[in-house]
């Protein structure tokens, strides 16, 4: 445990650029080349990028050469779709906004960097971060890039490294990925990945319009607010108070929580939810049935170090996707941006517990699996037309949350993580580099199993 920077080499850093030639795919509209970010953009302007770790193993990989020129052009092809991604975020001080500029001089100008490096502990040692439970957070920490000028605008929103061994390099190779969070949500993230990765299998060089999903999106106007410049204001006050110097941020080189990857095999999923469904007005979905199970365990687990106390309210934050939800204005399915919205499942430290004695009828899981749905229904369901009306007050609910009883769900199994082939074969671990201030849940699929991972207590 413990890496540090000098057991990795950077072996060298170019910049991607769009590449127009590459495919006969969409460009992005002229009238969307500056964008100003949504409130719901906004929230996420001064906190660390989303960082995703691949690692790829196996005797069928290709020569290191090979595999960063393939990422490298592949990239520069599906650059051409995700064109704000090469874009840079952006401070206007005459009306106070942020901005999301991808017009020709902030592309020229801004460019995505591509970092080749060298793992000097070599490829036993690579390998063994990709498989052990327990994660070596500061040797994730190297393996994915900082986005460059992060600490204030303007700044690029993302950055791609590939990592090989010391050695002849074969064998084991890591991918890593870091996009600023102010750009894109999760299901955002994984939509880039699926083109990226589509690219670089070649799919995209004789693709047509109708061959694949289509572009997505950019446009933020259908996220509304009745008070949206005052809201979106507020908030970049309270996150960013000194634009375009954005503070602290979290990021994966502050990071020093101990996380941990605990697998569950499709047959556990299914009993568990199968239990869960008997005690629920609804069945429970995957998503609920291990997110119940994490709360619990987090919970139980502090409430052993005295961290909770039984009389406690523990709190669970779930972000539920609105995409198609919005429908005045309606908003696409396949948007790129922001466009979740967090709702928070509260419980009774002591009623997320199994019973104690035999007397006891407390069933813990159940109770937390009642609550994450109730609280999905409420943000949901119930909020009527304008599923964002009542965000201002969502926000300051979270910031009263009380310090070491919050946990949240970051990822879900949906998004087919370990789909992501770039022609070399699915990755045989995909990890969660970024950090947050709460104890974070993580779910990722590979193929009929489900690995829930970084599981943070401090």
Not at 320 to 338: S, V
Not at 408 to 423: C, I, K, L, N, P
Request: glycine share 6%.
């Amino acid at each position: 445990m413990g890496a540090t920077a000098d057991q990795v080499r950077i072996l060298s850093v170019t910049h991607v650029q769009p590449d127009r030639q590459t495919t006969n795919l969409w460009p992005l509209a002229d009238d969307h080349t500056i964008m100003k970010l949504s409130f719901l953009d906004s929230f996420h302007v001064a906190t660390g990028p989303i960082q995703r770790l691949f690692f790829y193993d196996g005797p069928g990989l290709p020569p290191f050469p090979f595999i960063a020129g393939s990422l490298r052009s592949s990239l520069a092809a599906t650059l051409h779709v995700f064109l704000p991604l090469a874009g840079k975020l952006a401070f206007r001080p005459a009306s106070g906004h942020v901005v999301l500029d991808c017009s020709p001089s902030a592309v020229s100008s801004s460019r995505v960097k591509f970092v080749e490096a060298e793992f000097l502990p070599g490829a036993d040692a690579l390998r063994r971060l990709a498989g052990d439970e327990e994660h070596d957070t500061e040797a994730f920490a190297w393996l994915v890039p900082e986005l460059d000028d992060a600490g204030k605008l303007p700044a690029p929103v993302l950055a791609v490294q590939v990592t090989r061994p010391a050695g002849d390099g074969r064998g084991v190779v890591a991918v890593g990925v870091s996009l600023h969070h102010a750009v894109a949500d999760g299901k955002s993230f994984w939509q880039f990945l699926r083109w990226w990765s589509a690219a670089s299998r070649g799919d995209l060089l004789t693709a047509v319009p109708g061959d694949l999903m289509p572009p997505p999106p950019f446009d933020r106007t259908a996220i509304r607010h009745r008070r949206e410049e005052e809201l979106t204001a507020w908030i970049l006050r309270l996150r960013a108070p000194m634009l375009p110097t954005l503070g602290h941020r979290w990021s994966s080189s502050t990071a020093c929580r101990r996380t941990k990857t605990f697998l569950l095999v499709a047959d556990e999923i299914q009993s568990l939810k199968q239990r869960l469904s008997q005690k629920l007005p609804k069945p429970a979905s995957a998503y609920v049935a291990i997110s119940s199970l994490a709360w619990t365990c987090i919970v139980g687990a502090k409430m052993s170090s005295h961290m909770i106390h039984d009389d406690d309210d523990a709190f669970l934050m779930v972000h539920a996707d609105c995409r198609g939800r919005l429908h005045r204005p309606p908003i696409d399915k396949g948007f790129f941006g922001n466009c979740v919205k967090p709702c928070y499942a509260r419980a009774r430290a002591a009623n997320l517990m199994p019973p104690r004695h035999l007397v006891e009828h407390n069933d813990g899981l159940a109770h937390a699996a009642a609550a994450i749905q109730e609280t999905i229904r409420d943000g949901l369901e119930a909020a009527g037309e304008n599923l964002f009306a009542n965000f201002g007050e969502v926000l300051k609910y979270h910031m009263a949350l009380p310090p070491g009883r919050a946990s949240t769900v970051g990822s879900s199994h949906r998004f087919m993580a370990y789909e992501t082939d770039f022609g070399w074969g699915p990755p045989s671990r995909v990890e969660l580099a970024s950090i947050s201030p709460f104890c974070l849940i993580s779910q990722e699929s590979r193929v009929l199993e489900y690995v829930l991972e970084n599981l943070h207590i401090s």
